[in-house]
């Protein structure tokens, strides 16, 4: 089965940033989408971003604070977030999709001290 490790959580302040990382375990050329989604206490999951080859894509809350990427040659894809803020408070995970299969990552958990 395909692998997916998320990492990169963590406490930070809010203002502060985090970088997330998606390492998968074949080549990420293999999944025309990869995308980022979290779930906070209590709350459904939510995408909050997509790349395909066509581009990116953002929910609202996080557009302009948070950026989606990937690394070819490392098979990672990234996902910066910047001027976090309380409510950014989650479980994140990575999403990739070909044309069989949804592969889900464990999770990482972001939490942001108010």
């Known amino acids: 089965q395909v692998q997916v490790v998320e990492s990169g959580g963590g406490l930070v302040q809010p203002g502060g940033s985090l970088r997330l990382s998606c390492a998968a375990s074949r080549s990420i050329f293999s999944f025309h989408t990869m995308g980022w989604y979290r779930q906070a206490p209590g709350k459904q999951r939510d995408i909050i971003a997509t790349i395909t080859t066509a581009g990116t894509n953002y929910e609202d809350s996080v557009k302009g604070r948070f950026t989606i990427s990937r690394d070819n040659a490392k098979n990672t894809v990234y996902l910066q977030m910047n001027s976090l803020k309380p409510e950014d408070t989650a479980v994140y995970y990575c999403?990739?999709?070909?044309?069989?299969?949804?592969?889900w990552g464990q999770g990482t958990q972001v939490t942001v001290s108010s």
């Open positions: 999403k990739l999709t070909d044309y069989t299969n949804n592969y």
